[in-house]
C-alpha cells in the first residue's frame, strides 16, 4: 500500500481538473504544486547534503529570466525556457558553486543569501537585456484555461518526485548524507565532498529553475523584485521544507500546502483583516516548536498527540 | 495545549464557515490591497479613502438605491496573491468588475487575468507605463503613467522660466533612476543642457561635494529626485552653501509632501515640484475630501488617496450608466467615462499607444509661506506662482 501511495496520489491530482474546479482552486493548486518542486529541490542539498541555502531565488529568478529572455529578445515561445534553464541554470550554478561551497555553515548560508541580492541587482540595472525593472511582460498566456498548466506542473512535479527519490536512495543519496553528518569524517573516507556538493548543488537549482521558468509562462509577468525576492521566494522555500520536515519525501508537500494553501484560506476569513499574517505567524510558530522535524518528521509525535487528545476526550 | 489546540482550530472552522449574511440590495466591491508588507503604509491609506468614499456614496442613496459594501482583500503586494484574489472575485464571487491594487506588478497581474476572463479593471495607482500599452480591451486606467508625471513642471520650465541648462541630482534607487532619465530626454527634447547629473546613496547626510560641483557649474535649475529626509537636507546644505539659480525643483516624492516643509523649514520656501494632485488643487471636492482625510486620521493624504478615493466614484458613475451590470456593458460604460473627481478630470481615450488610459495634466506646486500652493497649469492654481525667486543674501 505504501509503496502506491505516490501513483494514487497522482492519479487523484490528474483527474482533479476533470471535476470542473473553479480557476480559482486551480490557481491555488498550481501555486502548491509549483512551490513543492521547489520545496523538494531546496530539500535535496539543504535536507539531505545540508548545505542549508539563504538564496534559492537566484536559481529561480535565472529560469524564470531564461523563460522571459528567450521571448523579449529572441521572439521564441517562453516554454523553450523550460528545457533551456537546464543548461543555463546548470552553468549557473556550477560557477556560483565554485564560489559558495568552498564555505560552510552560516558563512555557505550568508553567501547564498549575498548570491540571492546579487542577482536581483544584477538584473534590476542591465536594462538592456533583463529590461531592468519594468520586467517582462507576456502579452498573450499560451492558455486562458489553467487545465494544461496544471497538468505540466503535475508531469514537473511527479519526475522530480521520483528522481529525488532513486537520487536519495542511490550511493548518491548516501554520499550526501554522509557529507551532512560530517563534512571531515566524509572526505577522510574518500568522498570527493566539493564534487557531491556541486552535483547536489546543480541539481536542486535546475529543478528551482525549471519551476521559474514555468513561472514565467504561467504568470506572464516578472521582473527582479518578483522573481528574485529574498523573502518572497528564498525564505519561503526553506519554510516550506521546515514546516514540512526537513530530509522526508512528502515535506515538501505537505509544506506547500500549508504555506500556500492554508494560509489563502486564513487570508480569506472575513474579519480578520490584516491580522491574517499574524494569525498564521502563531501557527507557525506552534508547528515548529512542537514538531521540530517538521510535519512529516515529526508524524508519529503529532499521531501521538491526537490520540491522546482522543482518549482523553 | 490541547484545550488550546481545540479552540484554535474551532475558531479557524468559525471562520470559513460563517460568511456574513447580506441583504439582497447591497452590492458586495472587494478590493485587492497590499494591507501587508512594505507597501502596506500606501495600501492602508487607500484603504480608507475608499472607505470615505463609500460613506460619501451611501449617504447620498448608495448606486442605483443599492448600498455599497467595501471588503478588502490583503495581496502583499504579490503578483501571484493578486492573481488568486482576481481569479477568486470573477470567479467565486461574480464580480462584474474589478478595482484596485497598489503596485505595478500587481496590476500587471491582475490587468493580464481581467483581459483573459473579459472583466473590466480599473487601474488606480500602478504606474508602468506598459500596463495600459498591451491593446488590453478591459483594462482601464485612472492615473497618469510615469512618462507624463514630469509634464506639467516641464511645461512650467518652458513657459515660465526657459532655462538653458540644468543640474539634476537623484537617488540611487529605480524611482530616482527613472525620474532622472526621464527628465535627462525631456531636456534633450527643449535643447536644455545638462551640466551635472549626480546619483547619491538614499540617506546620505552630506550633500556638499556633490553640491559644490553644482556650484561651480551654475545651472539655471537644480532638478532633484529624493525621498523625504533627502529632499529636506539638500534644501538645506544649499541655503547654507548660498547656490542661487533661477529655479529649485523636485520630482515630487519626498518634496510634495508636508514632511518637506517642517523639515527643511525656511530653506523650502519657493522651491517647486510635480505632483499628480494636492489638497490644494482647485478639482471639486479635492479640498473637502484631504480635510475629511485629516479630521479622522491627522494627516493630509497624498495622491494615492485621492486616486483610491475617485476610484470609487469612477464605479459608482459606471454603474449608474450602464444598461446592466454585466461586465460587457460595465465595459461600454467605462469607455464612455468622462467625468470630474477630486482627482481631476477622468476621461479614457487611446492614443500615443496608450489604450484606455486617463490622459491629465500632472501639477506643480511651490512652497509659498511654509505651505503647498498649486501654481500649475493656471487653470488649477490656488495662488500666483512666485518668480523669479529671490536670492538667498536677498532673503530675510
Known sequence: MKRYLPLIILAILAVLPVI??????????????????????????????????????????????TAGVLYSKFDLSPWWGLPLCVVVVALFSLVLGFIVLRLRGPFFALAT???????????????????????????????????????????????????????????????????????????????????????????????????????????????????????????????????????????????????????????????????????????????????????????QKLKRLVGLRRASG | MKRLSLVMVFCFLAGLFTTPLFAADNFELSIPLPLTGGQAKFGEMEKKSYEIAAEEINAAGGIKGKKVVLSFEDSQGKPEISRAIAEKLIDVKKQPLIVGDYSSSSSKAIAAVAEERKTPYLVVTGAADDITQQNYKYVFRLN??????????????????????????????????????????????????????????????????????????????????????????????????????????????????PEFIDNAKDAAEYVVTSSLWCTMATYPGAKEYGEKYKKLYGDFPSYHGAEAYSALYIVKDVLTRAKSWTPEDIRTAMKATDMMTAFGPIKFEDRDGYQNQNFMDTLVLQVINGEHHCIWPEKYASKKYMYPIPKWRDRK
Open chain 1, 20 to 65: 470542473g474546479l473553479s480557476t480559482y482552486m486551480m490557481h491555488i493548486l498550481i501555486l502548491v504544486i509549483m512551490w513543492s518542486v521547489i520545496g523538494m529541490s531546496w530539500n535535496l542539498l539543504g535536507g539531505y547534503c545540508g548545505q542549508v541555502s539563504f538564496g534559492h531565488a537566484a536559481y529561480f529568478g535565472v529560469g524564470a529570466y
Open chain 1, 113 to 299: 543569501l549575498a548570491s540571492g541580492e546579487v542577482m536581483r541587482i544584477t538584473a534590476e540595472n542591465w536594462v538592456d537585456f533583463t529590461g531592468g525593472t519594468m520586467g517582462i511582460l507576456i502579452q498573450r498566456r499560451t492558455w486562458v484555461e489553467k487545465t494544461w498548466y496544471f497538468y505540466i506542473i503535475l508531469i514537473i512535479a511527479a519526475l522530480t518526485f521520483f528522481m529525488i527519490k532513486k537520487l536519495v536512495e542511490s550511493k548518491l543519496g548516501y554520499y550526501f548524507v554522509a557529507i551532512r553528518e560530517d563534512q571531515d569524517a566524509a572526505e577522510s573516507l574518500g568522498i570527493n565532498t566539493t564534487l557531491y556538493k556541486t552535483i547536489a548543488l546543480c541539481i536542486s537549482g535546475v529543478i528551482t529553475g525549471i519551476a521559474g521558468a514555468f513561472y514565467t509562462n504561467y504568470m506572464g509577468y516578472i521582473d527582479p523584485h518578483v522573481v528574485f525576492a529574498l523573502h518572497d521566494i528564498s525564505i519561503i522555500t526553506i519554510m516550506i521544507v521546515m514546516v514540512g520536515g526537513v530530509a522526508t519525501f512528502w515535506g515538501p508537500y505537505v509544506g506547500a500546502l500549508i504555506m500556500v494553501l492554508l494560509a489563502e484560506y486564513i487570508r480569506s476569513i472575513p474579519g480578520l483583516g490584516a491580522a491574517h499574517q499574524t494569525f498564521f505567524g502563531i501557527l507557525l510558530i506552534v508547528i515548529i516548536i512542537f514538531l521540530p522535524n517538521g510535519i512529516v518528521g515529526d508524524f
Open chain 2, 144 to 257: 497618469p503613467s510615469t512618462a507624463y508625471y514630469s509634464s506639467g513642471l516641464m511645461s512650467f520650465m518652458n513657459e515660465v522660466v526657459k532655462p538653458k541648462t540644468i543640474a539634476i541630482l537623484y537617488e540611487s534607487s529605480d524611482f530616482g533612476t527613472s525620474g532622472a532619465k526621464d527628465m535627462e530626454t525631456q531636456a534633450a527634447k527643449v535643447g536644455m543642457k545638462v551640466l551635472v547629473s549626480e546619483k547619491y546613496e538614499k540617506g546620505a547626510v552630506d550633500f556638499k561635494p556633490i553640491l559644490s560641483k553644482v556650484k561651480a557649474a551654475q545651472p539655471d535649475v537644480i532638478y532633484m529626485v529624493s525621498y523625504v529626509m533627502d529632499a529636506s537636507l539638500l534644501m538645506k546644505q544649499i541655503k547654507e552653501l548660498r547656490i542661487d539659480t533661477k529655479l529649485f525643483a523636485g520630482g515630487a516624492a519626498g518634496f510634495a509632501i
